[in-house]
């Protein structure tokens, strides 16, 4: 009996040992500020806080070659604040209405669009196109809900690297987790 429960105590250390014992990627990304993980797949350059350009910001940005001089492909995250009395729903809208008002003068076409859930949370993705410099750029804005606050990740790549790369982004948006 003594040895039973010995070995039975054993295994149960042993248990509680290897389930605190997780092998974090080399390519992950933390920020704790913020509170959120994400895997960089795409082998990507990391920039924290990195101009984005008319007076907008990203928390992080993973970059790609250049081509050009302009980067082949991007994986933007952002933090928006949901108003209040504001629904996600309308918030997503506003977002939708604001593509076609900003970006209407570059052949702006929503390709794509659609609901589901990443870390628990409710998301909604838009898939558009649009002109670009050298070629046309292909979008995926991710918008994730947390309480009242909307995580924005956006990969962008040009045309003829969009969809090579795609499946690499959709499994780094698969790893992404809110960390508090």
């Not at 977002?95 to 870390?119: A, C, M, T």
């Not at 909307?150 to 690499?168: G, H, I, P």
Request: proline share 2%; hydrophobic share 40%.
């Amino acid at each position: 009996m003594k040895l039973e429960r010995g070995i039975l105590i054993i295994l149960l250390f042993g248990i509680l040992f290897l389930s605190g014992c997780t092998e974090e990627s080399p390519n992950l990304y933390k920020n704790t500020l913020y509170g959120f993980s994400i895997e960089n797949k795409m082998n990507l350059d990391v920039k924290e806080d990195f101009d984005l350009g008319n007076g907008y910001r990203s928390i992080v940005s993973f970059l790609g070659p250049k081509k050009d001089g302009l980067y082949t492909r991007v994986v933007n995250i952002q933090i928006s604040s949901l108003p209040e009395n504001q629904s996600f729903d309308i918030f997503i809208e506003i977002i939708k209405q604001d593509h076609y008002r900003i970006f209407s003068s570059r052949n702006y076409n929503l390709i794509d669009e659609g609901s589901f859930y990443i870390d628990g949370h409710e998301a909604y993705y838009l898939e558009f196109s649009m002109s670009g410099q050298v070629e046309p750029v292909i979008f995926k804005q991710i918008m994730i809900l947390k309480e009242d606050s909307v995580y924005l990740v956006v990969y962008s790549a040009m045309e003829s690297y969009y969809q090579t790369n795609l499946k690499n982004f959709e499994a780094s948006l698969s790893t992404f987790r809110f960390t508090e």
